[in-house]
């Protein structure tokens, strides 16, 4: 097997030399607000600290790249290697997960030496025209740190709502509520076809988008915009947490087990719903698309609502030919906007917020693991998870396409998680 | 939406007073080798007392049949209903599952009085000629009781595991392990095809085996025969249980807490394979389908072996039209037998063990749950479960058909589970 | 060491063979009202099933007697060594103690054959005049018998109040709740002294009751009655389980753990306070020793009303000479009586519920755990106990006295335990 | 009740100045090895932040003087007080423990502008001859200061001893192991008597240290030094940690359940002792008392011994009249020294380790707590600890004194704890 064929890598030297440098830089500069406590701290097992976002995407070009193919290169500091691995059993031992957190020291300002003195040597590779082989995996590494910049700002949001005193990432100033008009709800039909699903030959995308194959889709229809806070806040007043017939069995005993009655960050307060955002404290925004929902929250809103969650495969096949745009570090607010209410269509696909879909992470027929390390990359998460799509406020453009599959287990909350209605036709 | 169409009912009045005797009874043989204690206790949070599925079944047709449908019934005991409803949330509060071994009071003995006085009753009701509606429930009641009868028969080997004295359950007389040649593995070849999965018009079905829809199913070559417990061991031996590589994530989480190493009932003696067995303590058979297996490690097998699991609809495609046989109390031996070295084609498909698939369960297109506490059955899993075809050396036959949909979460062991190879054509 | 001087064992051979047999008859009269499950189901890890209690202290004779000191005796069941030892580390391998509730088999009438085979072999040692050693030993096996039965009345006390059905051990009719007036509470004053505390030289007596010796103990003013039920009710309804300066910091992390609102059999029914008891369900009486309370919660309640618990010592110095009755098995009622309104002094020191003293159970100064199995009797537990003194109505007689030590951990309410305030002089 | 009595303060107004000033520098210099990241974490539930022990300390100053008795005080921060309240339920809400580490925000260096602002106020308070209420507080704050400095101090070795990296608080050159002969294990015999303890009228002691009363001893032998490093390793060695009946019941499932086999920073690397110290990873000293040991394993090493841990009233007897040296800051080791071959009589009974006694930790006769905030301070954690008497190599001196009670439970394995050796006389 090619990988060649399996990253579908195709940009040209110079490009991915850019690339390089844009996410490299982009990474410090999501790192710029934070002290070096907050980039330590791990606020529960499935978050990392920053500091560990930062030093282990260094890390993957290390192992990857470098020590493979620069006999010359010397290794910036031999324990960051047990540090920072994440989870390749392949390349042997590694801290355990759950103890991120206790790393002190290195210090932040120690890996962002490391960070220099790896994008030194990677700098130098580049321009060396290395291999295609070289090529393919900095490309994937690009994409790999573009994922853990999504990460990085999920836990450090995470972090930050464990703290009474609710810090702000960025611009703590109250965020004025839009009371723009919404579109109002509409669906939008489509014919029942057999439909390629799945990456083509062009750009990159991971393993577990492809092979491109057919799916014979029913007629389905698709709501125009995703679910907003004030439809979510309707479902908590009708009772929507107290009704077990809603819930899938799972998630009703999460309901009980941990409590839930309303999106991880909300909280009332004299009577109005607030939530904590990376921009602080803030209060909930009726027209915003509802986020940090669980699979089972969404699904259990789709049952209330009469309809039902798209599957990935219908959701991809509204989502071809649409375009995404963007401007991650510039414009992003860090937090999903209302739909406007001129625009005809699907409104909201990329972009706002992740969207839960009631399809399994499963292989595609045909899919194959690479072999070696790079082959752990998704294959092994085939188990116990949740497809989402799209791309939230959060995701940096370049990781957005139509063919794009998040993953997630049904009860994770943290991320800048939706939903979309979707019916039968 | 109509019920009769759901459960796809056929039976005539007389075969369906046949079949209901004909299970209630069987319920009953099964418990006969158990003393009130083995009846009672539970061995864990996932298994229910042998007493508490007598009960059970019966507290079905009182809470769905009887007292809704007949208004002169005499409820047996108002305590029941609490004490055995298994988990109907539209049916009120209920003892906790894990709490149902506590239950040493009503006794064996009264509980098999509670049977009778229901049994009776819709006796009288089913002499009556009741509705379509009475008729549609009695036979889910029925196929309903032959779901526990294999559980019991479950729960019931789980519990005499946990006894350092390895009780049997029925003969414990050393079964004789057949040196028959077996088999030589061979793959089956099937084309492309849009293919009709679910089940039809005719005969009962769940309702999460339908609608019947068509899928695209891509070539595919698939397993004469189960995987052996000699192949088993070439794995174990093989350091199966130690190579991260082969596993999922979440598999290999499972292997490192709970220490697996070997399926769920192999214990070693003097260098030979021994398992629990219904029969007792008993040598591993090479030539038997391996079981007791959790889909964690089928999955890990089968990429040991270079091959994958199927999909549901691949073991579906390749298992219509073959015939399932079987007289399951008389003629069954409570363990898997041999595949027949002699017979070409498929074979073992029913009857010998549940074999995982890739697939998750899911809902086909279109699936709607019913309205009421029926609707509670199967919908409510959709999460977190894999699906298993086939059937096992404990399911009654009326319990196994081409479309039957078993399901199980990915790290379950303790029922009668194994695995078939498929690979890509 | 001398054993002899360690147990203090003073009964004549004719006393001790009927002391056996009394004992031995007197658990079995216990498990008649038991059915094979109610003997069988372990109800939590801190509990035994009643087969358990009836075969353990059966093998306790057959381990630490017959098998060392009858060369002949025939061993019933090998098996047994590994089922029924408690904790001897000394003796082996054994069931882990949260699994007893799996053993269905044997079952309860196999092991009344076990019972009656041992205690022919015993019978027949102790007609033939054995040695000092073995008399010393049946005298420790049976008060290690005692001691199991008391422990066979609570564990089947907290079994059946797990039943929602709330199923009588004896005699399930109402309790008249007794309306005789109450003792007034009244404090006796006792003076500063050097005490004997610990054992004399006559009579059984544990190895942790001794060695005797003299504590300094300073002037203090002990209760004349138990603590009652309305009194309990009081400190309940003053809000004495939601004030936090009640209680000692562990004692208030177990309350909102776990939730402790009241005694734990209590259950409030149409504003009335009902209780689990070996009865079945009945209305709680105001003017018995309250019942089933935790250390934690006996020192809250003292500190709410402004006394405090005695210490041991003082316990002790109060108990030397006051007479000790009852009949246990013929007129128990398994519940505490109130105290009479017409006797001075101290009441109910005896036979009503364990009193929960303020002292740890620690070693006496010079005290030594004597060698081998028996060793293990009391010394391993010196540590995160209090000693509760006196002896409960369920209580073998025998097995109270003056300078008994029984000792539970904090947190523990299923024995029948209770409190008498005392304060400083 | 007067409190005046209770602490028993005796410093003159300049001196508690002179004290306050000491005291809140110390803290202050403790933290200068630290960065932000390292006083942030929190490596266990046990442990806290040096940046909690900073703030709650300056907290404690805040609310218990300047908020009660300077009007004029403006309050630095209002959120503070739901941070950096430790457990004073009187007090109001606070911060979870287990969650003490999610305060990534204030900075170390904002928590040292609190201490700066707290500081301010309390001189001017102190410049101002306030009250003896007011000066017994302060008195009372600084003691309570010193003991956070030593848990600082064991709270950072336990986070750094987390780290790979074996990351050093202070100068990591290698220690060179002393080699200087040891004093020979010699034992001091002691009379019986009647003897006072606890506190007398003069200096500050806490109440858990009083009211001193007479305890009737009787005759004992104590160990004229710890028990070494060397000796711990005979243990080690001799199968300590694997003989059951050495140790008490809850030790032997510790030892089970947590995988004890050394003490807890014990390594070995290349077949040498190596351990975790505030001075990095080092050579185990053989001639060193052993630290970091519980209770479990003290009282399992002194029955392999053939001895037993003293009483706390043995202890207190053989150190009244012993003198206690040290200048904590200036020449501490951060680690405990080898016994002098030289010096007759009982050596490091202070300033070394904290030694176990067999003691639980229990009010003292007549003892009360205090009325309000401060009453929480010792009375709610007396059950389930076991008492420390001495001092380590990390305790301020002017926190060291006979009568001194240190308490921790009977697993706790961070603190610089260690044992001397008793007898019987």
Known sequence: MKTSQLFQTALEPDALHTFFHDVRQTSERLAEPLSDADATVQSMADASPAKWHLAHTTWFF?????KPFVPAYKTFDEDFHFLFNSYYETLGARQPRPRRGMITRPTLSHILDYRKHVDHALDALLRASPGQRVAELVELGCHHEQQHQELLLTDILHLFAQNPLHPAYRDPRPVTVETADLSPLSFTAFDEAIVEIGHGPVGFAYDSEGPRHRVLVEPFRLANR???NAEWADFVNDGGYQKSLLWLSEGWAKVQAEGWSQPLYWEERDGQNWMMTLRGFQPVDPTAPVTHISYFEADAFATWSGKRLPTEFE???AAQGIAIQGNFLDTHRFRPKPASPHVGGLQQMFGDVWEW????????????????????YNGKFMSGQFVLRGGSCVTPPGHMRASYRNFFPGHARWQFSGLRLAEDA
């Open 62 to 66: 290390e192992a990857m790249v470098l």
């Open 226 to 228: 995703l679910v907003t």
């Open 315 to 317: 959701w991809e096949t």
């Open 357 to 376: 879909t009631r399809s399994a992470f499963l292989p595609y027929p045909r899919f194959r693991t690479v072999e070696g390390a790079v082959g752990e």
